[in-house]
């Protein structure tokens, strides 16, 4: 039996379920404001369509992650696309264990668009199934990924919750300075997220026109003998070249849009072969996203928070302060658990340390810390309502950041296969 075929058909049903499901949310919960006889009962009557069409993409997406495991032979978190895939995945878990808790349709017109834009962006990544090195060949490396992504999902879910505290209880209407920079800092957060969204469609409109450029690299080393020896790299670009890789020359590059040239190259501190490919990547997904942001506000002619917040008029906050809570509070010993102290044991086995400094390391220490000190706020503090959300949208953009920031900024041993 072709399981990775399977895998691939359930991948794609996956995300269609989760696109209708979506839909099915924003009927549930738009649709009820132009129900004048009994809106709570249309509520109710989407709300369950919608959640069952998200748990038919769910079971999909199990399908599709226990087929590839079956036709890789090994568990699917070897690279960047399964990772995410695992995430979206989590996410979807966690969604569907707090949904059945508190019965919120609310929540799922913004977990399904945080997963639907998870897997969109695990599909920018090359699918193939890759041999597990030696070190990867641990049943610690999957305790330490699945618990990892899971953590990380009941996060998502939080930022989720906490996202809609913000936008249910900001008043657009008040000009004072600090509704104003609450405004501010809310609508850069929807920016963050227009920005990933306008990376991935950018990736794929480059893909699907077939854009390559090509570099050369010639670098000079030198042995532990003294012996010098130039080595020589090509590295293709799938999207026009901004910047150039330090020290090399193009070798072929398509114009698009007068651009025939890279137009500067990245720093020489930007060490690695890949580095100036996902610096360029960077910086289209800026531009991309930045793009995408205006032609919304030009569309809206208001700010995106300004659009969201009448949807969410009649919401409890008190009630999305609580989910926003008790996901971060399910999610942050799995996490521990997961991305710390398996994530130990495994680097003990693999490398014989427990620690290394790696940015992936440090990035998931960062994150550890930062959940420590919001459920300390939180239970000793009092930090309840407005400032609680603000951290759990912050701790989940540092995630987030940990995700893809690190991979296409920093090298390391956690660096998984880049985009173009």
């Not at 009557?45 to 590839?68: D, E, M, P, V, Y």
């Not at 010639?218 to 799938?238: C, F, H, K, V």
Request: hydrophobic share 55%.
């Amino acid at each position: 039996m072709n399981w990775l075929s399977i895998s691939s058909g359930a991948f794609l049903v996956a995300f269609v379920l989760y696109c209708a499901a979506f839909l099915f949310y924003v009927i549930a919960v738009i649709g009820r404001k132009w129900k004048n006889r009994d809106p709570q009962h249309h509520l109710r009557k989407w709300g369950r369509i919608a959640f069952i069409c998200s748990s038919l993409g769910l079971a999909a997406h199990l399908a599709f992650f226990f087929t590839r495991w079956a036709g890789a032979g090994h568990i699917p978190t070897s690279n960047m696309y399964e990772f995410m895939t695992l995430l979206g995945m989590m996410i979807m878990i966690a969604f569907t264990v707090l949904y059945a808790i508190y019965r919120a349709p609310l929540l799922g017109m913004f977990a399904l668009p945080l997963t639907i834009l998870i897997i969109a962006y695990a599909a920018v990544f090359p699918s193939e199934v890759q041999p597990l090195v030696p070190s990867l060949q641990s049943n610690w490396l999957r305790l330490h990924v699945t618990g990892a992504a899971l953590g990380e999902a009941f996060f998502a879910v939080g930022f989720a919750a906490g996202l809609m505290y913000l936008l249910r209880v900001t008043d657009y209407n008040d000009k004072s300075a600090s509704a104003r920079r609450s405004q501010f800092w809310l609508e850069f957060s929807l920016y963050v997220l227009v920005v990933v969204a306008g990376f991935i469609i950018t990736v794929f409109a480059f893909r699907g026109a077939g854009y390559e450029a090509t570099f050369l690299r010639e670098e000079l080393t030198i042995d532990a003998y003294g012996n010098e020896q130039w080595t020589r790299e090509t590295i293709e670009y799938q999207m026009p070249p901004i910047v150039k890789p330090h020290g090399s020359e193009p070798v072929s590059v398509r114009p698009f849009l007068g651009l025939d040239r890279p137009l500067f190259e990245a720093p020489a501190w930007m060490q690695g072969v890949n580095a100036g490919r996902k610096f360029n990547t960077v910086i289209w997904s800026i531009i991309s996203g930045t793009i995408l942001y205006g032609l919304l506000r030009l569309a809206a002619r208001r700010p995106l928070g300004a659009v969201i917040h009448p949807l969410l008029e009649g919401i409890d906050p008190e009630d999305l302060d609580e989910i926003s809570y008790r996901a971060i509070a399910i999610g942050f010993p799995i996490f521990t658990l997961g991305a710390l102290i398996f994530a130990m044991i495994w680097a003990e086995q693999a490398w014989g340390r427990f620690w290394g400094w790696d940015p992936k390391e440090v990035w998931a220490l960062i994150t550890w810390l930062f959940y420590s000190a919001y459920l300390h706020l939180r239970l000793s503090n009092g930090w309840h309502g407005l400032r609680s959300s603000w951290l759990s949208v912050i701790g989940f953009l540092i995630v987030m950041f940990t995700l893809i920031g690190v991979n296409l900024i920093i090298a390391g041993l956690h660096s998984y296969a880049g985009v173009s």
